[in-house]
């Protein structure tokens, strides 16, 4: 029998970070390392990093620093750092860090077996950052083998940005959108509902413009090409799958097909996260953003007809370079206007290589910090009032597991991705499907009852 080593991974950043993980690991279980909850106990310590705004990359490099202590106790530990600062630094973390071995970009995962074996043997020190707009993204069946949820899954379905919006990092992380094939994408869900999965969420960093990058050849595949409505209908269509999600979709790129959607394909879930970064139009146009407040309400009100039941989710920047009193207003206005079901909101952060970081008109952090106060309270609110009025209805929950509160305590999610918490004497098993009767809005919960 192979001797089997411990590796530790710890993963930052978006889920495509997650995915990517788990991808290393599943890699490295082929050349017998399994993975271990402690660093301590590690022959080869992953650290996937996302560099995303300035907070994410300083809990990286602090990390990575901490594990000096490590190599120093086990000179024949091997640390690689992957992920999003990996491609951005480059060769300069291993001059700054000489305790680490490996620096991994996002295309060059795949490599990593082979990158460690060298390190551990030949003591070679390597950085794998090539980035192509020719990548393959190969074809990768995850193995169900008990690690990792054995009902909802995510499946990258492609990779990299075109977009340059002005404050963003990841065109220069993750590079130019390439996309999967669609056989090896339906391939990967149909494996995964063979294998008891429910519901998968396709991932990329703009999903709208997935198929664009391919050989115009291939868009007669599928019956009117393979852009992103024709791939999601062909995942609904795999047996076994009860629900789809998708994210992150471009509001620019969001079209009336990709609406269309939403009223035919009964497993595409009643929910949209359509990032709108500002409420200025002067703001969203020095984003590079390539829409306006109009174009972005007009495609909510599209979407809402559509589906009325459609809860919508956004993502922030707060204190942009140049954003004045009047911007934020606007900002507050079409928060308090669509009613969002969440949203993530951010301090806006200079990162290497985004064009506002030159953008000479900053805002201050106080100024920053009491705005983002402000907006996050106003969500908040609406959040409980959008939960307060889900109380009285029964919805379908797919089963996650036992809450961490023990006991009879279950939780699930809504089809709108909202956690449930509910007990039951019989035992249930994630991935079932199960009525409740919502009582009762937390904080960040609803509580209810089985029907
Ligand atoms: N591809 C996705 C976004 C990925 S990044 C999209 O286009 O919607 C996730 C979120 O991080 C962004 O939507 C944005 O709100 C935030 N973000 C990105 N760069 C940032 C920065 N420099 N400072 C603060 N927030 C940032
Ligand atoms: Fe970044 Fe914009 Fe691309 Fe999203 S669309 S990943 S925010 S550049
Ligand atoms: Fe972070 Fe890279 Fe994802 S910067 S958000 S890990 S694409």
Known sequence: MTKTRNLYIETFGCQMNERDSEIMAQLMSQAAYLETASPEEADCIVVNTCSIRGKAAQKAYSLLGGYRRLKKRRPDLVIAVAGCVAQQDGESLLKKMPHLDLVIGPQNIYRLPELVEAARWQASRTTATELTKD????????KMDGSGAPHKRFVTIMQGCNNFCTYCVVPHTRGREVSRKPEDIINEVRHLAEHGVREVTLLGQNVNSYGQDRNPATLAENGGGDD?????????????IRRVRFTTSHPKDLSARLISCFAELEKLCPHFHLPVQSGSDRILARMNRKYTRADYLAKVSELRRVRPDIAITTDLIIGFP??????FADTMELVNFVRYDSAFSFKYSDRPNAAATAFTDKVSEEIKSRRLTLLQQRQDEISGEISQAMVGHTVEVMVEGKSKNAGEQWSGRTPTNRIVNFSSQQPLSPGQFIDIYLEEACRHSLRGRIV
């Not at 990548?135 to 995850?142: E, G, H, K, T």
């Not at 992103?228 to 076994?240: I, N, Q």
């Not at 140049?322 to 911007?327: F, Q």
């Open 228 to 240: 992103f409505p024709s791939l999601l209908r062909a995942v609904a269509a795999v047996d076994g």
């Open 135 to 142: 990548f393959v993204i190969p074809p990768f069946l995850p």
């Open 322 to 327: 140049g954003e004045g009193e009047d911007d």
